[in-house]
């Protein structure tokens, strides 16, 4: 093993050298600082609020118009295949990094940094090396601004320290850590499949086919809607009984180092294990079946519970109103808009007999389970990759290469 060194980046080998994230990129800026007029095309403008882990999800992204498009373009606010792109504003701020291998050609807002490397240095690995907690950490403290709203200012990510190490180097430790990449993202996809199955045999049966002489339930009286804590209310004690608290940012991009923390002295039914129903009943409307760590529930989520019905029922249902729901929220929007407890007793329900429900129970409960299963592998796969980041890019454990690729 090589002798360390102490660097503005933690402990690296003696044999590594760091210059800056400007000199090894041909292009370094970001996207758009002004927003056109939003136009129904299919000409994409896309923000942070679009980025996911390793992707845009273009399902709510902005449209604009042809002309202002092709300007934008010119105006290199378009990224191409292999630039890193990098959320550089908000409250994601340095949360979202990947390299861009999408078919959809975009352009960007200028809370998005582009970074194209130039040749001889890999961008899959430079983008999982600023993901790292070493380097998270240093842009952090030196570069993010801004108390209400976090960003970083494009210049500054020019002083960024990054290392400079042999190409196939770079490469085969990038194909370790894209390789539980590409196992997490197919675990998603197959979750993603399940779940639209389960949404079509649902709306087939109790929209398409539902049967008259089934009963009319409330959405409240078939489960309980268990809102969450104030919990600033209830810091943590110690370093042993705390566990983060889960808000809505949460639900949607999981547990991080900012996590608010809370402490495990609560009633037990305001702690949330994997595999629960959690439904955001203000701000952003949303149901899902948490896939994270054990947390605390906070206020402005409700855990989904019932003694009488399936998990699978009482999920669906929820969905299904989701949408009214969201409508109902935009009305009695004033600062943030919500639902009410009066939105849960008007929201109706369609409970079969309960033979039927047993035989529906069947087919439901086997495509849930593998729901969960795959939440659980996709969980112990990010452990793994998040446990190897940061010491394949610190040096800490080497990996073989081959001199001939």
């Known amino acids: 093993m090589s002798e360390w060194i102490e660097t503005e980046i933690g402990r ?3 044999d590594w050298e760091l210059t800056t994230l400007g000199a090894i990129c041909s292009v370094l800026t970001d996207g758009a600082h002004f927003s056109p007029k939003e136009t129904k095309t299919n000409y994409y403008m896309a923000s942070v609020k679009d980025m996911r882990y390793n992707h845009f999800d273009f399902a709510d992204c902005k449209t604009i118009s042809k002309g202002d498009f092709s300007n934008l373009v010119e105006n290199n606010c378009s990224p191409i295949y292999g630039d890193i792109l990098i959320s550089k504003d908000g409250a994601n701020c340095l949360d979202l990094i990947f390299v861009y291998k999408q078919s959809q050609k975009i352009v960007l807002l200028s ?34 601004s801004g108390s209400a709203i976090p960003r970083v200012v494009l210049k500054d990510f020019k002083n960024v320290p990054v290392p400079i190490l042999e190409l196939n180097y770079q490469k085969s430790i990038a194909s370790i850590l894209s390789s539980l990449d590409d196992k997490i993202d197919l675990l998603h996809r197959q979750n993603a499949t399940l779940e639209k199955m389960a949404e079509t045999l649902f709306r087939q049966w109790f929209v398409e086919e539902a049967k008259k ?34 808000k809505i940012k949460e639900l949607s991009s999981g547990i991080t180092e ?137 040096g800490e454990v080497r990996v073989e290469t081959n001199k001939n690729e």
């Open 213 to 246: 002489d089934w009963d009319s339930k409330s959405l409240s009286s078939i489960a309980d809607f268990l809102n969450g804590l104030a919990c600033q209310k209830f810091p943590p004690k110690n370093d042993f009984g705390k566990l983060p608290v889960l």
């Open 111 to 144: 809370s998005i940094a582009i970074a194209r490397l130039k040749k001889g240095y890999d961008p899959d690995f430079y983008r999982y090396f600023l993901l790292s907690p070493d380097i998270q950490s240093t842009m952090r403290n030196n570069y993010v």
């Open 258 to 394: 900012n996590s608010d923390w809370a402490t495990t002295e609560v009633k037990p039914e305001y702690i949330v294990k994997n595999g629960d129903v959690i439904f955001a009943w203000s701000a952003s409307l949303m149901v899902k079946i948490w896939d994270g760590q054990d947390c605390i529930l906070n206020q402005h989520l409700f855990k989904v519970t019932s003694d009488d019905y399936p998990k699978w029922f009482y999920f669906l249902w929820c969905k299904h109103h989701l949408d009214e729901f969201i409508g109902k929220a935009a009305s009695h929007a004033t600062t943030m808009g919500h639902i009410k407890r009066g939105d849960l007793d008007e929201a109706l329900v369609l409970v079969p007999s309960e033979d039927e429900l047993k035989e529906m129970t069947l087919i439901f409960q086997p495509i849930l389970d593998k729901f969960i299963s795959n939440n659980n592998q996709i969980r112990t796969l990010t452990d793994l990759r998040d446990t190897l980041l940061p010491k394949l890019m610190s």
């Open 12 to 14: 690296v080998p003696s």
